[in-house]
């Protein structure tokens, strides 16, 4: 994942909002993607915006995309120890191929 | 539901040895993908098909070889297994159009240890 970037560990106590961020290389890519996975479990879709968005929020998610500066990020409102998960921020390019980040470990403490 | 299952959650084998690895969907999907996780690299990307009979290499192929006999199964080769291959390995489908957003439906995993 060396074309897409992410902190390796965030950590936020029970309440607090999160915020994941993300930096990819690829200005054409078509969609951006943030996936979650559990322990011990595959990926999950946890939801992706249109590259001509900037912004997507869906109940406690909320996506930003600024395509100048290449930056995504995932805000979580009102974090629950539920979420406590990695995150990963990948790209689609023309290919068809998605590019994924290291993924951010999210640690939430009662 | 889609379903992506995969033959082993865990599997040791001995460097040298041919291993499989197995893959199957039950949502008629034309792209397969096979990546290998490791802590820090994220997902990188081994193999894909975009349909039957049809492979393209991905990111690492190296020591790799996959086949797709059929729509719904995709397998991993690993003709001689070395330690530098143990990894959790992730097999991925999708529809080659629609889906949300060209989604990725992802199985649970094989973790894969080479002694």
């Known amino acids: 994942g060396e074309d897409v970037e992410q902190s390796l560990f965030l950590s936020v106590r029970e309440g607090d909002s999160s915020v994941i961020n993300c930096t990819y290389t690829?200005?054409?890519?078509?969609?951006l993607y943030w996936y979650k996975q559990e322990p011990g479990a595959g990926l999950q879709l946890l939801t992706y915006?249109?590259?001509?968005?900037d912004m997507k929020q869906d109940q406690r998610l909320t996506v930003l995309l600024n395509k100048k500066d290449k930056h995504l990020s995932l805000r979580i409102a009102d974090t629950q120890t539920g979420d406590s998960a990695i995150y990963f921020c990948?790209?689609?390019?023309?290919?068809?191929?998605?590019?994924f980040g290291q993924g951010t470990t999210l640690q939430v403490k009662p | 539901d889609v379903k992506v299952t995969q033959s082993s959650r865990y599997l040791v084998k001995r460097t040298g040895e041919k291993v499989f690895l197995e893959c199957v969907q039950d949502?008629?999907?034309?792209?397969m993908f096979w990546y290998r996780q490791d802590p820090g690299l994220g997902l990188r990307l081994i193999y894909f098909?975009?349909?039957?009979?049809?492979?393209e290499k991905g990111d690492i192929p190296e020591g790799y070889s996959v086949s797709r006999e059929k729509k719904e199964r995709f397998s991993l080769i690993l003709e001689s297994a070395s330690t530098n291959q143990t990894s959790m390995y992730l097999c991925?489908?999708?529809?080659?159009?629609?889906?949300?957003?060209?989604?990725?439906?992802f199985g649970p995993g094989t973790r894969l240890t080479v002694l």
């Open positions: 991925a489908s999708r529809p080659s159009i629609g889906g949300r957003g060209r989604e990725q439906f």
């Open positions: 690829d200005s054409s890519s078509t969609y």
């Open positions: 915006i249109f590259s001509n968005m």
């Open positions: 990948a790209e689609s390019r023309n290919t068809g191929k998605l590019i």
């Open positions: 949502m008629d999907h034309e792209n």
């Open positions: 098909s975009y349909d039957v009979k049809m492979k």
